[in-house]
T-cell receptor
Framework: GENVGLHLPTLSVQEGDNSIINCAYSNSASDYFIWYKQESGKGPQFIIDIRSNMDKRQGQRVTVLLNKTVKHLSLQIAATQPGDSAVYFCAENPYSSASKIIFGSGTRLSIRP | DSGVTQTPKHLITATGQRVTLRCSPRSGDLSVYWYQQSLDQGLQFLIQYYNGEERAKGNILERFSAQQFPDLHSELNLSSLELGDSALYFC????????????FGDGTRLSIL
């Protein structure tokens, strides 16, 4: 599948446990951040986003935390399920008036039964 | 299903050849973005079109070009293909010039032999 051979950090989690995926972004001027999930054979799928005026945002089973002081973003997935297995990308928009986004290198999440 | 359609799903060709990748954005979206995902580079932004006009350029080679037609579908043309052009090419769309998030298609896998 996609990203085979790409050296990605891997997170292995027991089914039912919570997952935390971390991301360090590069541009202190970035004001919008997105998490995408990419399953094998599919394109990136939007999960959740957050703007720089917020520290936390919650969705269904997912929470994104933003720490602007250390330029760190995290994605928390509650009660991880087999269907959560994928590569997760964080992305930042360093240009508030444009739509160019910069993707991180991704983290592969694998679920242990 | 993101609503973004890309064709073909797979393309195999030889060095020196030229190919055209096609993208139909989600209904109502005026912006189309092209990305390249290769094993050693991750997801790289190539170019954005908005309502038929080029809006932003990323790391797009001079051998590559794109256009967006009046019906808003877009084509990415890759010429003088090299082995290193083998990658997944994704199209994404959004409603306006700088709306986020972008929604991705499932990509075209290009293999250069």
């Amino acid at each position: 599948g996609e990203n085979v051979g790409l050296h990605l950090p891997t997170l292995s989690v027991q089914e039912g446990d919570n997952s935390i995926i971390n991301c360090a972004y590069s541009n202190s001027a970035s004001d919008y951040f997105i998490w995408y999930k990419q399953e094998s054979g599919k394109g990136p799928q939007f999960i959740i986003d957050i703007r720089s005026n917020m520290d936390k945002r919650q969705g269904q089973r997912v929470t994104v935390l933003l720490n602007k002081t250390v330029k760190h973003l995290s994605l928390q997935i509650a009660a991880t399920q087999p269907g959560d297995s994928a590569v997760y990308f964080c992305a930042e928009n360093p240009y508030s008036s444009a739509s160019k986004i910069i993707f991180g290198s991704g983290t592969r999440l694998s679920i242990r039964p | 299903d993101s609503g973004v359609t890309q064709t073909p799903k797979h393309l195999i060709t030889a060095t020196g050849q030229r190919v055209t990748l096609r993208c139909s954005p989600r209904s109502g979206d005026l912006s189309v973005y092209w990305y390249q995902q290769s094993l050693d580079q991750g997801l790289q932004f190539l170019i954005q079109y908005y309502n038929g006009e080029e809006r932003a350029k990323g790391n797009i080679l001079e051998r590559f070009s794109a256009q967006q037609f009046p019906d808003l579908h877009s084509e990415l043309n890759l010429s003088s293909l090299e082995l290193g052009d083998s990658a997944l090419y994704f199209c994404a769309s959004s409603p306006g010039i700088s709306d986020q998030p972008q929604h991705f298609g499932d990509g075209t896998r290009l293999s250069i032999l």
